[in-house]
């Protein structure tokens, strides 16, 4: 039963979003508006703090603030905001000029998932191999970020994988990918399912949806095909309603997203390949809905790992963290170097660090050098988050090893909730855990517009060409 390659290829058909074009300034016609960006403030005839103006040359002046380090991103996100879609960019600042980063943090604040938003255009004064690098940049980050916002009722479970890996697989091979890719679906009747997956069928139960994990393997060039490098592991649930334990409709609206962790990770797999990092990794990615049903999950329900971890559910919408455990189990036995996974996992993170960063947990409660290095050069924000040996006491049960969620007053649920998936990681290969925080927009922020971000996406890919894992 497991979907493979040419499965997807016979299965699946695919759009990706807004087209988006990036070509050079001077490939440009009198139809792109010109804007140009400068460090100096709005004339005196605009109001203190304006950021956006006309000038004398029929164009606009856009203020750029260099005490933000994500300042040429927040100008991206000013002149979208102003209704422009088809711009050349000028400036006459050295402090201004783009980079590969800076111009891909640019466009991307240029997208929003509003209905009007049927794409854009942007001419950029860079050079041909600096262009086809943002192009490469956007393109597959926008893929995610489409993906992760589609509704539920397009795609479910094994039907949202097989069009996502045929997505990504045309995107691979677009921004010319080096080395190998495969992509993998397992479901019931598959061994490594049946034998592996207790957190997903417990899950995914509920749905008549099937639950399914998929798998993207990335052998890089020079990469030993039997010795996976680095892990990753993303948290895919097509939709959450929160189970028996409801969530209320306010906070169900944006559900349909809590499967950007798995697709955030694979989309950075796939960047990582058209950069062509010499690197052997595998990328897990269980899936599945968790509805109500007459074969739901309850509380006080009792499951056991193959590891040997009994949980007792004692919340049904704490239902990530248990199919994370299974990918993770599974990433454990490939003994890679790292294992890095991503989810949007608690509201917690999100009431301590907000929707503009990431909160990061490690057993060592220090971020990764490398990995810091990835998410700095690349202008991503993190915040690093406690995870204490003392934690797993909020999760202890009487009839069971841990609960999935945390009891106590004053339990920190960023941090119980990271003590919960250190149960299923083998205590001798590095790991951090991403509470992905800022996966979603409700609101325009300074930087990115609504709908789904591809937050962490290029820092991770990043990390994953440069490291030395």
Request: proline share 3%; charged share 20%; net charge negative.
């Amino acid at each position: 039963m497991t979907t493979t390659n040419d499965q997807l290829a016979a299965n699946a058909t695919c759009s990706f979003g807004p087209k988006i074009d990036i070509i050079s300034y001077h490939s440009c016609d009198a139809s792109f508006m010109a804007v140009h960006l400068t460090t100096k403030a709005a004339p005196d005839c605009f109001v203190e703090g304006t950021s956006m103006w006309p000038n004398e040359h029929g164009g606009f002046n856009v203020h750029v603030d260099l005490s933000d380090e994500r300042a040429l991103q927040a100008a991206g996100r000013t002149i979208a905001a102003a209704g422009l879609n088809k711009v050349k960019v000028t400036t006459s600042e050295n402090d201004l000029r783009f980079d590969v980063i800076t111009a891909t943090q640019f466009v991307l604040a240029m997208y929003s998932d509003a209905l009007e938003n049927s794409g854009f255009s942007v001419a950029l004064e860079l050079d041909v191999p600096n262009l086809e690098a943002v192009r490469r940049n956007v393109s597959i980050i926008t893929l995610g970020r489409v993906f992760a916002n589609s509704p539920n009722n397009i795609y479910h479970t094994t039907e949202l994988l097989e069009v996502y890996f045929k997505a990504l697989e045309q995107a691979f091979t677009q921004n010319k990918g080096q080395g190998q890719l495969s992509f993998k679906i397992y479901k019931a009747g598959d061994a490594l399912f049946d034998d592996n997956c207790v957190g997903l069928k417990t899950v995914g139960q509920s749905s008549a949806y099937e639950p399914c994990l998929g798998v993207v393997d990335y052998i890089g060039p020079g990469a030993d095909e039997n010795k996976v490098d680095i892990a990753l592991v993303g948290k895919g649930i097509a939709f959450d309603t929160g189970g028996y334990d409801l969530k209320p409709s306010n906070y169900m609206q944006t559900m349909h997203t809590d499967k950007s962790g798995m697709i955030y990770m694979a989309a950075a797999t796939i960047l990582a390949g058209a950069m062509g990092a010499g690197k052997h990794v595998r990328c897990y990615m269980p899936c599945a809905e968790n509805r109500i049903s007459a074969n739901s999950m309850v509380t006080g329900d009792i499951i056991t790992y193959p590891n040997g971890v009994k949980v007792e559910i004692g919340n049904t919408d704490a239902e990530g963290r248990l199919i994370l455990a299974d990918a993770l189990i599974l990433a454990s036995k490939d003994q890679p170097k790292f294992i890095l996974d991503s989810a949007t996992l608690t509201g917690a993170a999100k009431i301590a660090v907000g929707r503009d960063m990431c909160a990061v947990l490690s057993r060592s409660n220090k971020m990764d050098p490398q990995l810091e290095q990835a998410f700095n050069y690349t202008k991503e924000e993190y915040w690093l988050l406690p995870l204490r040996e003392y934690h797993k006491r909020y999760i202890k049960a009487k009839r069971a090893t841990i609960a999935n969620t945390s009891h106590g007053d004053g339990a920190p649920g960023a941090s119980t909730a990271a003590a919960f998936l250190s149960y299923f990681v083998d205590p001798n290969i590095k790991w951090t855990h991403i509470d992905l925080s800022n996966a979603y927009n409700k609101e325009s922020s300074p930087y990115l517009g609504t709908g789904s971000t591809g937050s962490t996406i290029l820092a991770i890919a990043h990390w994953l060409v440069g490291s030395q894992y």
